[in-house]
Every structure is written in structure tokens, then in C-alpha cells.
């Protein structure tokens, strides 16, 4: 089960990600970051609290690699435990995606500084 809020402070929309990312609750991951990237070029996301993903939540990031490149929509995924960030640096998602350990660093990635 996924919790997922999104929160707008100025420019930045954060989507907060909290619990299990499955293929049953990846659709919410999907429609959050779909409707973050329709309204705004900067987003964060938290994923302090994310405790599973699965390889369908990991298909959703996949899926806007190439809308975020065009649109040149910087989103920073920040907070993910070891065993999550193993996940993504398997599969070389850390190297498509912006990665940072915590929500400082996305802020600067994600305001180009």
C-alpha cells in the first residue's frame, strides 16, 4: 500500500512517496508524476519514506526519462534507503535519473545550482 502527497511551495512540487510501490499502487505513483510534470519544471521526489518498490514503480520513473529530457523538467528523487537505491543502481536508473541523499541536495540539483 502507497501513500502519496504532492505539495507545491513556489516553483517546486514535491511528491511524497510513502510505504510500497507495487504493480497494484504504481498507478498512483504514475498519475502523481504525470500530473507534477504537466504544471510544473521542477519537482522533488521524497522518498524518505518509501520502504519497497517494485519492478513496476521502477517502470514509472523509467517511463518519464525521455518527456522529462524534452520538456526540460528537472526532477530530483531524494531519500531512498540502501536497499531501495541498490534497486535503481542495478538496473542503472541512478544513472538515467537525478539521485541524492537528501533534501538539500535535490533542492540545489533541482534549482540548477
Keep these: 500500500m502507497v501513500e502519496i502527497k504532492s505539495v507545491e511551495t513556489n516553483d517546486v512540487n514535491t511528491i511524497y512517496v510513502i510505504g510500497e510501490v507495487d504493480a497494484s499502487s504504481s498507478i498512483h505513483l504514475d498519475q502523481s508524476i504525470n500530473d507534477a510534470t504537466k504544471k510544473y519544471k521542477k519537482i522533488l521526489v521524497d522518498c524518505q519514506q518509501l520502504e519497497y518498490i517494485s519492478s513496476a514503480g521502477l517502470g514509472v520513473f523509467m517511463s518519464y526519462i525521455n518527456d522529462l ?10 531519500g531512498l534507503s540502501d536497499k531501495v537505491k541498490h534497486v535503481f543502481q542495478i538496473l542503472g536508473l541512478d544513472q538515467l535519473l537525478k539521485i541524492t541523499d537528501t533534501e538539500d541536495e535535490a533542492k540545489s540539483l533541482v534549482n540548477g545550482v
Design 69 to 78: 529530457e524534452e520538456n526540460k523538467i528537472r526532477m530530483v528523487i531524494y
